[in-house]
């Protein structure tokens, strides 16, 4: 088995109720050569002594707190930045993963030099409810090393990835106004490929107080547009056609504010659909891909 530092990176802020049985599920794994990097960030339901006293049992835990609260994008980025390993994998405080998640990660990963980054499925679930398995085979799972198709919404999350360390040099720090793994999803595109491994190796615990999902505000979808894409586009080494692409989708959304919905807009969404839309399986695709089209379009849709 291979022997290369695996560095888990979680961050928490107030997630004593689950943190236990997630760190458990970490240190379980069967890839044998792993340090957790725990960042808290200045929990006040007494998560961090928790994990100190379980640090305490386990060399491979390597605890820190933040003074005040930084919001979960700059406690990932400062967290990631004390990673030491040759890959990274991100952990969500709450989540049960399989014990073979890193084991196969890696496997998939060192396939090919060219793979910066791999991702398995993560199946939802609530406490007392039955797993949302039906769902998951509607998804495209995502390979390939093309940015395009995650212009509109990011599509493979933190919880579920890990990538070769050398990634980092590059995406840190992470920028403040781009979710963190859509920022490594679109530098692991623009460096190389992204492989999927359609095996359930996370169980993402799906409750009120989700720490990502509660911390994103509603704004309008224009807008997050206008702040997100630039962003993206900045980043070194782009394909250039790809980001010709991206380029006028930006001017579209650019000129939003003006309209309630534009039309240009919609027939350039509805055009490049496949790339744009074709994150999940459809039954009748084009009347799908309509829909979403005109959402994508509004002006009133929120992100």
């Given amino acids: 088995m291979n022997d290369a530092l695996v560095s888990v ?13 997630q760190l458990v599920s ?8 792993l340090e957790v990097i725990i960042g808290d960030d200045a929990s006040t339901d ?11 049992k386990d060399p491979r835990v390597k605890l820190y707190r933040n003074e005040k609260n930084l919001g979960y994008n700059t406690n990932f980025s400062i967290a990631c930045s004390k990673a030491s390993g040759a890959y990274i994998a991100i952990s969500d405080q709450d989540d049960i993963w399989e014990e073979r998640k890193v084991e196969a990660l890696v496997t998939l990963l060192e396939k090919s030099p060219g793979t910066m980054m791999v991702h398995g499925i993560s199946a939802r679930f ?6 949302h398995l039906r769902s ?44 963190y793994d859509w920022w490594l999803v679109a530098n692991a595109v623009a460096e190389g490929r992204i492989e ?3 095996e359930i190796l996370v169980w993402h615990r799906m409750h009120g107080a989700n720490a990502t999902g509660a911390a994103k505000p509603k704004i309008p979808f224009y807008r997050q547009m206008q702040v997100i894409m630039p962003a993206l586009l900045g980043i070194q080494g782009m394909d250039p056609a790809q980001k010709a692409f991206g380029e006028k989708l ?50 009133d849709t929120n992100a």
Wanted: hydrophobic fraction near 40%; charge should be positive.
């Fill in 196 to 198: 999927a491994l359609e």
């Fill in 126 to 131: 609530e406490e007392m409810g039955k797993p």
């Fill in 136 to 179: 998951l085979k509607m998804v495209n799972y995502y390979s390939g090393s093309d940015v395009r198709p995650f212009y509109l919404l990011n599509i493979i999350s933190g919880h579920s990835m890990l990538f070769r360390s050398s990634l980092l040099k590059k995406a840190l720090p992470f920028p403040p106004d781009v979710y």
């Fill in 9 to 21: 990176v979680m961050c928490t802020y107030n997630g004593a109720l689950y943190v236990e049985e």
């Fill in 46 to 56: 007494g998560t961090f002594e928790l994990l100190t006293r379980l640090a305490e």
């Fill in 250 to 299: 930006l001017n579209f959304y650019k000129e939003f504010p003006e309209k309630r919905f534009s039309f240009p807009l919609f027939l350039f969404l509805l055009r490049h659909a496949r790339i744009l839309l074709a994150h999940k399986k459809r039954t009748f695709p084009w009347i799908s891909y309509t829909k979403h089209a005109y959402k994508y379009a509004s002006r």
């Fill in 26 to 33: 970490i240190l379980k794994q069967t890839y044998p050569a």
